[in-house]
């Protein structure tokens, strides 16, 4: 079950849904359901066919966001726990991040606390605004404060951009080709933002050991990294310190090949942040697995930064 050379294969940004959620979200809400909620038929059949050793699930959106604040921290125990008691009978094949009720930071954090202490999860993963409110904001901090301190990572994971933006930027074009609100370009200008957002946050000021998880290679970021870091470094505005966005990036994020199987944007983010802080992952069932390694397999790159990308940075990153 590898791609070639003897390397293991590890994807990180693999989706599943719990039967609690697609009970309260109702009928309809993810065409992909029936193929999300399959834990170890169709998934482990599909991983070995493509040569995936190990996926780290993470529940898609919204997961236990969208159910407000004391619902929310019940639901997200109720998901978390199911999730553990999967991964603990498949712990070969499996890992797992946590879902968060991000609506109670402080409930969160002892959530997060809770999964990775009692259940060995290797993180959690945030879907989007909460409240129509970015994860940067201060009032989020806790989680990112709690992840520090159990030194995991949290990956930020797309989610529909605010209404308003949507109103002004995409409505014209949305009835046509709907996909623009999703990965086509919404989830880009979602995530990209919230992880720019980030870096001038002071967040990783305040937390100098936190680490981010990008998905679809970083939501462009390593292609702008240059020109973002150029004119913030130039920017002289009194009482505001300048921000070093590249090397900031650089250290606290990682970025992942989700969706986006792409040599071109594959080399670029090498050369822009270094093979060590690139995680394989596929984004199943949304995309398939075979696309995802059969591209790896031909990506033009030694063996070194191959196996680095596939499993190495990740084993390092989660612990694995």
């Given at each position: 079950?590898?791609?070639?050379?003897?390397?293991?294969?590890?994807?990180?940004?693999?989706?599943?849904?719990?039967?609690?959620?697609?009970?309260?979200?109702?009928?309809?809400?993810?065409?992909?359901?029936?193929?999300?909620?399959?834990?170890?038929?169709?998934?482990?059949?599909?991983?070995?066919?493509?040569?995936?050793?190990?996926?780290?699930?993470?529940?898609?959106?919204?997961?236990?966001?969208?159910?407000?604040?004391?619902?929310?921290?019940?639901?997200a125990?109720?998901?978390?726990?199911?999730?553990?008691?999967?991964?603990?009978?498949?712990?070969?094949?499996?890992?797992?991040?946590?879902?968060?009720?991000?609506?109670?930071?402080?409930?969160?954090?002892?959530?997060?606390?809770?999964?990775?202490?009692?259940?060995?999860?290797?993180?959690?993963?945030?879907?989007g605004?909460?409240?129509?409110?970015?994860?940067?904001?201060?009032?989020?901090?806790?989680?990112?404060?709690?992840?520090?301190?159990?030194?995991?990572?949290?990956?930020?994971?797309?989610?529909?951009?605010?209404?308003?933006?949507?109103?002004?930027?995409?409505?014209?074009?949305?009835?046509?080709?709907?996909v623009?609100?999703?990965?086509?370009?919404?989830?880009?200008?979602?995530?990209?933002t919230t992880?720019?957002?980030?870096?001038?946050?002071?967040?990783?000021?305040?937390?100098?050991?936190?680490?981010i998880?990008?998905?679809?290679?970083?939501?462009?970021?390593?292609?702008?990294?240059?020109?973002?870091?150029?004119?913030?470094?130039?920017?002289?505005?009194?009482?505001?310190?300048?921000?070093?966005?590249?090397?900031?990036?650089?250290?606290?994020?990682?970025?992942?090949?989700?969706?986006?199987?792409?040599?071109?944007?594959?080399?670029?983010?090498?050369?822009?942040?270094?093979?060590?802080?690139?995680?394989?992952?596929?984004?199943?069932?949304?995309?398939?697995?075979?696309?995802?390694?059969?591209?790896?397999?031909?990506?033009?790159?030694?063996?070194?930064?191959?196996?680095?990308?596939l499993?190495?940075?990740?084993?390092?990153?989660?612990?694995m």
């Amino acid at each position: 079950m590898t791609v070639q050379d003897g390397i293991q294969v590890i994807a990180i940004e693999e989706h599943y849904l719990d039967a609690e959620v697609d009970g309260l979200m109702g009928p309809g809400f993810n065409p992909f359901r029936e193929r999300l909620a399959d834990l170890s038929g169709v998934r482990i059949k599909e991983m070995d066919e493509a040569g995936i050793d190990i996926q780290v699930l993470s529940h898609c959106p919204p997961g236990a966001q969208a159910f407000g604040a004391e619902a929310g921290v019940i639901l997200a125990k109720n998901v978390n726990d199911r999730l553990a008691e999967f991964v603990a009978s498949k712990p070969d094949r499996f890992a797992a991040f946590a879902t968060l009720p991000t609506q109670d930071p402080k409930g969160s954090a002892d959530e997060l606390e809770r999964c990775v202490k009692d259940h060995g999860f290797k993180g959690a993963m945030v879907h989007g605004l909460t409240d129509l409110t970015f994860i940067d904001d201060k009032r989020f901090w806790p989680i990112f404060e709690r992840a520090e301190a159990l030194d995991v990572p949290i990956y930020v994971h797309p989610a529909p951009p605010h209404p308003q933006l949507v109103d002004i930027y995409l409505k014209d074009y949305v009835e046509d080709y709907p996909v623009i609100l999703g990965p086509a370009w919404g989830f880009t200008m979602e995530t990209a933002t919230t992880g720019l957002r980030l870096v001038l946050s002071g967040v990783f000021k305040k937390y100098p050991k936190l680490r981010i998880i990008l998905g679809h290679m970083g939501e462009g970021l390593p292609f702008l990294l240059w020109r973002i870091n150029h004119v913030m470094s130039a920017m002289n505005k009194p009482g505001v310190d300048v921000v070093p966005f590249k090397e900031i990036f650089c250290e606290h994020f990682y970025i992942t090949t989700s969706g986006n199987f792409s040599d071109a944007a594959l080399l670029c983010s090498i050369m822009e942040m270094g093979a060590d802080r690139i995680l394989f992952s596929v984004d199943w069932p949304y995309i398939e697995n075979s696309p995802g390694t059969d591209w790896m397999a031909q990506v033009p790159l030694g063996k070194e930064d191959r196996t680095k990308i596939l499993s190495g940075n990740v084993k390092k990153l989660l612990k694995m």
